[in-house]
């Protein structure tokens, strides 16, 4: 079954949400009446949704996806991207044999050529610069063994901190925000407070299109209980406003201050929760300590007015959206990178803390400041698994002497091994890269020269250094510039663990053999290991399994305790939430209430919520200031351009773009423009236009479309061909290093 766009929205009216189908339509022709498939549990590929399907094999070939009925997050359904998976395993573009750079043309060589030719670099570089000369740099999509063998070799084995992974230009900014407010990362709630609550606050999340199956459970809680509101803070008008009651349609980078004028509404007018106030809540300007008191006076300024001028909104709006907050019994916010991929991304994610810890709506049922998760397993391999350059396994800091000795002792080295400086985050990494200060760089499941900003900066570098790709695709962005490439069984392929948005890690099985001479990437890595002569501490990983064995030690008695989830359980349910700490456990709804397995009663004297890991168990309320974006417009650059995702495309289009039904839905890059630019500019739907930014240009065909807020351009980034982060600005977040992909100044003009 084939399905075009305008199908597949028809298919899906009935549900209003145009997202997400039930498994039975979006099962293949190729299956229907077909008794001779074999069923593989699995978890899509895609989004943070973390959606369960169920992968149908025949003959040692992926032929259909459906949705897992017995899947608690989905429930059955898909979108059209995890429905099209079988697909993208045998799509023309898989890489089938290793290639390495000779003569300036990569070319097919024997994995023993390129494995040697990888070694003996690194080899030589380390020797000679020391092992900060080298850098790991991977993904949220890997799965949690591969990163946790990658982080073993570089970090344990290797002594190098330069191990990052894309995460950092995605979700950054929320562990910023959980650390610093609730003192530990990740949400306090799950998705089944969706269907307890009266209220959704979307902030900066186009969730119809990037998390769709979650889009279908608000609009299924919304019809199930029609009294449930749903408001939006967003720029732009998306596929998300179907469901909106309310939209906050915000100058980008302004909406600071409107949720500190919410925050003062929901205290001026009584909606606040006192007792939890006083048992369970500190405030903060972030730099120290403040009083209540103090955090009103400084909310004074925060009017509806001054926020609404600020932003360039209806100031009413405010007052609306902020008694809707307070009504309702239950609420949940929700945000992604509208919110994250700023300057003062943590800020933001502070703010969305503040109201539900001063309404108490936090810890309950229907009421969560629920950060949503972009890659399928940036929370569980990177977050969890401690893949950026400042952690360690089981949400442990590199700094942290304890720390250091608790992993080396499992990693069977010296604590010497691991250095207790962070080493250097993403965009550190590639400014070094570009400076030749790393000379020798393994990427793995991410394609940085498409997705990184400002990419004029930092592509030469990667040309330059000596670059190892592990991709089960080519060419890619980053594959053309690499030395060696090395094809990595896809999904399906392989086995391991994805960890999604609302804490819960799944098992995915293995279902076919990996194409061609494709080799697991924990295999390669592990090859690599025992070529720089670290064999040793990883012959024991036979499979992945074993991996997952001894990953689950690191998380014993850790927030994060995954104890209870050894792969014979996590093969028989459809995941389990951690904390997990044992094998009768049957997972943790709410983290830091009675429910918790960590809660620690006496301490708690019949506190509701008790923050264990902040020194007085009390979360943050904090007055952070309402700073705009690092690159306001100006006379020169009059029009905000911010960039983002459609339904049918993930993001650099190695794995969607070899779908023609995808393609077909959206055939080619373009930028959008709200009807009265167009009208002023003089541009007419489809014209051909010039985008520029202080970092550089890019011809699109111009889209004129009631969706950005007048003043404001959008670039879907998906396109290879149309690179939008040569526009970008690569400024980042104080805090959590996060670029700011979502603002930046630019003009258009007629091509
Ligand atoms: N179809 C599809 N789904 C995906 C992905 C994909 O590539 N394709 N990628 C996944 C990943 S890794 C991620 S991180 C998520 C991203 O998911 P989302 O963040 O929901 O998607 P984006 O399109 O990047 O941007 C979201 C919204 O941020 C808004 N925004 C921009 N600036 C501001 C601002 O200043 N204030 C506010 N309040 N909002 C602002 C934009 O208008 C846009 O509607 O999607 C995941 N799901
Ligand atoms: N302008 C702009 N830029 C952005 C963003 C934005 O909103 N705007 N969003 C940012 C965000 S939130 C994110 S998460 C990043 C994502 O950016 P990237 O991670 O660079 O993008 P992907 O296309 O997901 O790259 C995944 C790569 O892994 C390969 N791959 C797939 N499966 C496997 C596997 O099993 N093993 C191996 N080894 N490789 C595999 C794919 O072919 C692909 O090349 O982009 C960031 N860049
Ligand atoms: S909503 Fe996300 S996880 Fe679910 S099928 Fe779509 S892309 Fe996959
Ligand atoms: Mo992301």
């Known amino acids: 079954m084939s399905v075009t766009r305008r199908e597949f929205l028809k298919l899906t009216a009935a549900s209003a949400a145009a997202s997400a189908i039930g498994s039975e339509l979006m099962v293949g022709s190729a299956v229907m009446g077909s008794p001779a498939i074999d069923w593989h549990k699995s978890v899509c590929r895609f989004c943070g949704t973390g959606c369960g399907v169920m992968l149908g094999t025949r003959n040692g070939k992926a032929v259909a996806v459906k949705g897992d009925r017995k899947s608690t997050v989905n429930r059955g359904l898909l979108c059209v991207k995890g429905f099209y998976l079988h697909k993208i395993v045998h799509a023309k573009n898989r890489l089938l044999q290793p290639l390495v750079r000779k003569n300036g043309t990569l070319q097919p060589a024997s994995w023993d050529e390129a494995m040697s030719l990888v070694a003996e670099k690194f080899s030589a570089i380390i020797k000679e610069h020391g092992p900060d000369a080298v850098a790991f740099y991977g993904s949220g999509q890997g799965t949690t063994e591969e990163t946790y063998i990658a982080n073993k070799l570089f ?88 469901i909106v009651d309310l939209h906050l349609q915000v100058i980008p980078g302004y909406d600071l201050a409107v949720m500190h004028a919410i925050a003062r509404i929901l205290i001026k007018e009584g909606y606040t929760d006192e007792k939890f106030i006083s048992e369970s809540v500190t405030f903060s300007d972030g730099k120290k300590k403040i009083s209540y008191e103090g955090y009103k006076r400084f909310l004074e300024k925060f009017t509806p007015e001054y926020a609404a001028e600020k932003a360039g909104i209806d100031p009413q709006d405010i007052v609306k959206a902020a008694r809707m907050f307070g009504e309702a019994k239950t609420a949940m916010s929700m945000w992604t990178m509208g919110v994250n991929q700023r300057t003062r991304g943590v800020w933001l994610n502070n703010l969305m803390h503040n109201i539900h810890l001063l309404t108490g709506k936090l810890g309950k049922p229907g009421c969560d400041s629920f950060s949503l998760t972009g890659q399928p397993n940036a929370c569980g391999g990177v977050r969890e698994g401690g893949g950026l350059c400042h952690l360690l396994p089981g949400h442990r800091k590199v700094a942290v002497k304890q720390h250091r000795e608790e992993i080396a002792a499992i990693w069977n080295v010296p604590a010497s ?28 499941c991410t394609n940085p020269a498409h997705s990184l900003p400002n990419l004029n900066k930092y592509l030469q570098g990667l040309k330059d250094c000596f670059l190892v790709v592990a991709d089960s695709f080519h060419p890619t962005e980053t594959t053309k510039l690499a030395d060696v490439v090395l094809p990595a069984a896809f999904w399906g392929e392989k086995e391991g663990v994805y960890g999604c948005t609302e804490r819960r890690s799944q098992h995915m099985a293995q279902a076919i053999q ?21 064999g040793k501490n990883f012959e024991h990983f036979k499979t992945p399994e074993d991996v997952w064995t001894e990953y689950i030690t690191t998380t014993k008695g850790r927030d994060m305790d995954l104890t209870g989830a050894p792969y014979s359980r996590l093969r028989k349910v459809r995941g389990l939430r951690w904390p997990v700490p044992d094998e009768k456990h049957p997972g943790t709804w709410h983290r830091f209430t009675e429910e918790d397995p960590l809660f620690p009663k006496e301490k708690a004297k019949g506190r509701r919520m008790y923050f264990y890991n902040k020194p007085d168990g009390r979360a943050v309320v904090f007055a952070r200031p309402d700073k705009g974006p690092e690159e306001p417009v100006d006379a020169e650059y009059p029009l905000v351009l911010s960039t983002g995702r459609v339904l049918e495309h993930w993001h650099t289009m190695t794995m969607t773009g070899s779908v023609k039904q995808l393609v077909r839905a959206v055939p080619q890059p373009y930028v959008e423009i709200n009807p009265e630019d167009a009208k002023e500019l003089g541009f007419a739907d489809k014209d051909t236009a010039i985008v520029e930014t202080r ?53 258009i003009r007629k091509a």
């Open 155 to 242: 970090k344990g084995h290797l002594s190098t901190n330069n191990f990052e992974g894309n995460p950092r230009l995605c979700m950054a900014s929320a562990v910023g925000g959980y650390l610093t407010s609730f003192g530990a990362d990740e949400p306090v709630g799950t998705y089944d407070d969706i269907e307890h609550a009266e209220l959704f606050l979307l902030i900066g999340s186009n969730t119809a299109e990037a998390h769709p199956v979650l889009f279908d459970r608000l609009v299924a809680r919304k019809k199930n209980h029609p009294s449930t509101k749903i408001i939006t803070i967003d720029p732009r008008k998306t596929p998300t406003n179907k």
């Open 417 to 444: 091994n691991i250095k207790p400086k962070p080493g250097k985050h993403t965009m550190a990494m590639f400014s070094a890269i570009a400076a030749g200060e790393i000379k020798a760089a393994y990427i793995m």
């Open 514 to 534: 990996p194409q061609g001479q494709a080799r697991w990437d924990g295999e390669i890595l592990m090859d690599l290991a025992r070529r720089l002569g670290h």
């Open 695 to 747: 970092r550089g240009e890019l011809k699109l065909m111009v889209r004129v479309i009631d969706r950005p807020r007048k003043g404001t351009i959008f670039i879907p980034w998906h396109w290879p061909e149309k690179l939008a982060n040569l526009l970008t600005t690569d400024a980042i977040d104080p805090g959590s290093k996060e670029p700011e992909y979502k603002i930046c100044a630019a003009r």
